[in-house]
């Protein structure tokens, strides 16, 4: 392709604007999910149960996202949500509350898989990560 002077003003006046454009022919699963030029956070969304090695729902566990300030805890049936910002989660799950909650619990750290969140209609949102229904079993110490 020629380069006239027009092309050439034209590219730089798009690049000083920020329009670029990288692409990658990888499908190397271990790849971090992509931060998208245009959506300046990504957002994840990740929400399950905190249970015990015979199931039953652990209330008044702290979960934290290692490397953010983002915080929660699990609920009187063990269910938790938590939301942040970045490409990746990954959750430390600590008994605060001692035997409150029906034991003490060893603290875990788990690194969940997200995916794309996809509407009732099929649409991709590519600013959202999702993980749903994650179930957390910690063991007692």
């Known amino acids: 392709m020629k380069h006239t002077p027009v092309t ?10 920020g329009f670029t ?28 149960k905190v ?3 015979e199931s039953n729902p652990i209330p008044g566990i702290r979960i934290h996202a290692l490397g953010k300030s983002v915080s929660s805890s699990s609920a009187e049936d063990g269910s ?8 990746e989660a990954t959750l430390k799950f600590e008994d605060i509350d001692g035997e409150e909650n029906g034991g003490e619990f ?5 690194k969940v ?6 509407s009732p209609e099929g649409y991709v949102y590519p600013d959202v ?5 994650v179930t957390i079993t910690l063991e007692k110490k």
């Open 106 to 110: 060893a603290s875990k750290e788990e």
């Open 21 to 48: 454009s990288t692409a990658s022919c990888s499908d190397d699963p271990g790849l971090e999910i992509p931060q998208m030029y245009g959506f300046p956070h990504v957002e994840y969304r990740v929400s399950g």
């Open 8 to 17: 050439k003003l034209c590219n730089y006046i798009l690049v000083a604007l």
């Open 51 to 53: 249970v015990d090695q």
């Open 80 to 87: 938790f949500k938590v939301t942040g910002y970045g490409s």
């Open 129 to 133: 990560y999702v993980a749903t229904d």
């Open 113 to 118: 898989k997200l995916e794309n969140a996809v």
